[in-house]
């Protein structure tokens, strides 16, 4: 799926450190396709042992929705399972924003059509309480231009992308399609080596 621009509210998870197994746990990794993997997405906090739901966990909140995580420090850290991003992708989140990430969730976020974006830490606590104070803020994400502009707040923050990675967000691309994409390119330096071999 391509990503452009997300113009969407948010969610509030102002935890730190918070791991993939919290993010998908552990008993949920037996499928090894990509989907159903959301209706688990933080499933030891977003429901009792006996199944019901928890009135107070934030994706439980009618007050808050949309395709955005705002989320603590040191987000994705533990183990370097993709089921994570998988969960967060099949759940319909496209971004999350947080003040750090663990490199490999990072990665698999990216390998996913998720943009993680990484803030300043007062950036991100002002983001943050103002989503508390107004559940209905818009946050705006253009991912060509690389920013983030919450009009509420009246700010527009640039944020940083590995240029391979957005090529790959823009184009909808994962890394084989990124290839397949560059078969032209790939025949004609080939050919070129053949026609230098024979020179």
């Known amino acids: 799926m391509k990503f452009t621009k997300i113009n969407s509210t948010a969610i509030p998870l102002p935890i730190e450190n918070i791991d993939t197994d919290q993010i998908i746990p552990a008993r949920f990794l037996k499928a090894t396709t990509r989907e159903g993997f959301g209706e ?4 030891d906090w977003r429901y009792e042992k006996n199944g019901d739901t928890r009135a107070d966990f934030v994706l439980n909140d009618a007050r808050y929705s949309g395709k955005i995580i705002v989320a603590g420090k040191n987000f994705g850290c533990g183990s370097s399972r993709e089921h994570a991003a998988w ?3 099949d759940y319909g989140f496209r971004v999350v924003i947080s003040s ?3 490199d490999i ?3 698999n976020a990216l390998n996913n059509g998720i943009l993680p974006i990484q803030v300043e830490e007062d950036i991100l606590q ?3 309480q103002q989503i508390y104070q107004n559940p209905e803020t818009k946050i705006q994400v253009d991912l060509e231009k690389q920013t983030v ?4 707040l009246n700010f527009n923050i640039t944020f940083d992308i590995d240029a391979y990675k957005k090529t790959c967000l823009l184009n909808g691309y994962d890394d084989f399609d990124y ?3 560059q078969k032209e390119a790939i025949e004609q330096f080939e050919q070129n080596r053949v026609d230098a071999f024979f020179l």
């Open 40 to 43: 688990n997405l933080f499933r």
């Open 100 to 102: 750090f990430f663990a």
């Open 179 to 181: 290839i397949l994409n």
């Open 149 to 152: 502009e919450v009009p509420d």
């Open 87 to 89: 969960a967060i992708a």
């Open 126 to 128: 002002t983001i943050l």
């Open 105 to 107: 969730f990072k990665g």
